[in-house]
């Protein structure tokens, strides 16, 4: 990603997220990795990294939660031994760190940004949270 698309991006990142739910940590141009903050309805904050492709916009980013670590299912299964998971919209784990499945790939565009990016993992970590409450899959959540 060049410096002006990360400007773009960084821009719509803290006027949509300013303060309420999320914030951007760092930038690392050698990695192409940004960390986001979110924090869900319930008041539980997440750390995501969001790894930057060197050809993004023309590649999808890929999503991991950082924090907190190990997330589990809510009988206690670890989601990172359950990835990929087409029930829990995941996809290959790095270590204890889970992948989320934000976009398709035959959804993708690169006018998409950071942002709606981030967007949907907010909305990935809120079903998320309504799975651990009632235990039904995150698919049932995103998909009713």
Known sequence: MDSTRYRIEKTILEQNFSRRSAFVDRYNPETFSLRVGLKCSSGQAYQLRIRIPPDYPNSIPRAYVMTPADLRDRAGQSLAQRSPSHDMHLLSPDGNQIQLCHYKPANWHPNVT????????????????????????????LHS
Not at 115 to 138: D, R
């Open 114 to 141: 950071l942002y709606k990016v981030a967007l949907k993992c907010l909305v990935w970590l809120e079903a998320y949270e309504n799975h651990m409450l009632t235990g039904k899959p995150i698919d049932h959540f």
